[in-house]
């Protein structure tokens, strides 16, 4: 297949440093090519591919301070969809941005939705929008827009040798990824001061979260316990997971996926969590880790974490989050779209 894979332009493509839905995308294209496919990836130019890469913009547009997102977005979704022909079939990872677009092609378009649904306008770009052919990266964030034509929740998956598997933790629990409020490292900080065990804080501080830091959080920071790390690259990501007791994620909003859980998976480390979103999905609870509600549940689970089997952590990541199964779930889902098997756009 002829496969066009279209990226968010914020971060590179993989990230340098933090970037989800960036890190997927990448996931993906690398394992297709792998697999005989053909494939180009529209992202920005300090992306590093083994597909034929087509840069919207020179450099990816958070590091370059460049903001809004969403107009160089536009210019990146034009130049896709004229050259539409090219391609069996093309595959969005800029949400709602795309569908307008969609309508003006033959060529089969899948969106994967990485973000919330639960927002009140898209159930108004549903009305107009509903026969786009969309996958969910998780049961539970499709549940907002029962009307939408999800043909397929794909879970996210890692490479097998991204992540080193770890089974001597040292005497602390993390927090990765991004200082905002439905993220909560507020309550992950209180639970590990709760159960007297240290905590690392890597992650970034974006500027729309800075009243968030400052009200909430940066006084927490002051705590013996409280180690603050700062925004990390993978291989520093490796090595905080691997050493962790375990990943704290006292998430407050519906979590879409939370592809830090499998990275914490694959290391065989436990995760702690709140059962809000996709988290029940991925985290089975008393196995792989624990899911509690409230700051004190979260405290007990951690002070427990030790009892969970680090080598059952890998092997779930193994029997259920690696890229092999996700790319064998989205060929199946191109396939039928290029078959017709599946109701394409008008």
Excluded at 90 to 111: E, G, M, N, Q
Excluded at 210 to 238: A, C
């Amino acid at each position: 297949m002829r496969i066009a894979q279209v990226a968010p332009l914020v971060e590179s493509v993989p990230p340098r440093l933090y970037g989800g839905t960036e890190r997927v995308v990448s996931y993906i294209t690398e394992e297709l090519v792998k697999r005989g496919h053909e494939v180009v990836l529209f992202a920005s130019g300090d992306s590093v591919t083994s597909a034929e890469l087509r840069a919207v913009v020179p450099e990816a547009l958070r590091l370059a301070g460049k903001y809004p997102y969403e107009p160089y977005t536009l210019l990146e979704l034009e130049e896709v969809f004229r050259c539409a022909d090219e391609f069996d079939i093309i595959h969005c990872h800029v949400d709602y941005l795309a569908f307008p677009f969609c309508t003006f092609t033959a060529t089969p378009v899948v969106h994967t939705m990485h973000g919330r649904l639960d927002l009140p306008f898209y159930r108004d770009i549903m009305k107009r929008y509903g026969d786009l052919n969309l996958v969910s990266i998780s049961n539970s964030q499709r549940l907002p827009l029962p009307e939408a034509n999800f043909v397929a929740t794909v879970y996210h998956g890692l490479p097998r040798d991204l992540y080193d598997f770890s089974d001597e933790p040292e005497d602390y629990v993390l927090f990765l990824g991004r200082i905002s409020p439905e993220k909560r490292p507020d309550l992950a900080i209180k639970a590990a001061i709760k159960a007297g065990v240290k905590i690392k804080i890597a992650a970034k501080i974006d500027r729309a979260d800075r009243d968030y830091y400052e009200r909430d959080v940066k006084h927490l920071m002051e705590h013996p316990l409280v180690e603050f790390v700062g925004e990390v690259n993978d291989e520093e990501k490796n090595e905080l997971l691997g050493k962790a007791m375990a990943l704290v994620m006292p998430v407050d909003w519906p979590e879409p996926f939370g592809l830090t859980a499998i990275e914490s998976l694959a290391c065989g480390t436990p995760v702690v969590a709140r059962p809000f979103g996709a988290l029940p999905e991925i985290v089975v609870d008393g196995k792989v880790g624990f899911l509690r509600m409230d700051v004190d549940g979260l405290a007990e689970a951690i002070r427990e974490v030790e009892r969970i089997d680090r080598r059952e952590c890998r092997r779930h990541f193994e029997r259920n989050f690696t890229v092999e199964r996700m790319v064998d779930d989205y060929e199946r889902v191109y396939q039928k779209l290029i078959r017709g098997k599946v109701k394409l756009a008008a």
